[in-house]
């Protein structure tokens, strides 16, 4: 069973940056559906920021231009970035992935992946 394992976060004050980092364990992302996620205590996990194995990507409307996934060459580890943060911004995030054909399915949902980080906690103080 690949594991996903999230690394990065911390607490930064508003404004600050943030580079999550997620590496699979026994595998690479190569051709890899991939996914950041964030949640808070009583709300719904919501989707980030995607990538697809061709490259494309898709942010959540809240994090547009101040988020960026990326991988490396490698593609053993999936990042994002994350700048100009905000207090809203605060919550666990999850690595997400699916080593399967997934392209038929909604981008930025839950539904699409089916392989989970543990989370890494995410902090922006006002």
């Known amino acids: 069973q690949v594991q996903l394992v999230e690394s990065g976060g911390g607490t930064v004050q508003a404004g600050g940056s943030l580079t999550l980092a997620c590496t699979a364990s026994?595998?690479?992302?190569?051709?890899?559906?991939m996914g950041w996620f964030r949640q808070t205590p009583g709300k719904e996990r919501e989707g980030v920021a995607d990538l697809d194995p061709d490259g494309t990507t898709k942010y959540a409307d809240s994090v547009k231009g101040r988020f960026t996934i990326s991988q490396d060459d490698a593609k053993t580890t999936l990042y994002l970035q994350m700048n100009s943060l905000k207090p809203e911004d605060t919550g666990m995030y999850y690595c997400?992935?699916?080593?399967?054909?997934?392209?038929?399915?909604?981008?930025?949902?839950?539904?699409?992946?089916?392989?989970w980080g543990q989370g890494t906690q995410v902090t922006v103080s006002s």
């Open positions: 997400a992935a699916n080593w399967g054909p997934a392209a038929y399915l909604m981008r930025l949902s839950v539904s699409r992946y089916n392989h």
């Open positions: 026994g595998d690479t992302f190569e051709t890899t559906y």
